[in-house]
């Protein structure tokens, strides 16, 4: 009988090694909403969506709560499925390269 109170002593020494934190702890950043399948983009490469500033640069997406960053990467299942142009007198410049969502390779 004595042999109980050491055997749970040991299992709670082993159980408080079984704790895992998050390696970022950054509480401010979730992930942000997808895009809409078609997304204009001006003369810049910003889009604003649902609260979240989206930058486009290199066949890659971003993301930020303010449009100065700092950005993250936006994951691939929430691009848009097309992207299209517009001219600085809103004329529509064509669409962009269109893709289908989370079946390429980020490089």
């Known amino acids: 009988m004595h042999r109980m109170p050491h055997a ?28 809409p399948v078609v997304v204009e983009l001006g003369m810049e490469p910003y889009y604003f969506h649902n609260g ?25 299942d929430r691009y848009p499925g097309e992207i299209r142009y517009r001219d600085h007198d809103g004329r ?8 289908d969502r989370g079946d390429h390779d980020r490089d």
């Open 52 to 76: 979240f500033y989206y930058y486009y640069h290199n066949q890659r997406w971003s993301y930020s709560h303010e449009r100065t960053g700092p950005w993250r990467d936006l994951p691939r």
């Open 8 to 35: 749970a002593l040991l299992a709670a020494l082993l159980l408080t090694g079984c704790v895992v934190a998050p390696a970022d702890r950054d509480a401010e950043w979730v992930v942000a909403p997808a895009l």
């Open 92 to 99: 529509d410049r064509g669409k962009g390269r269109e893709r």
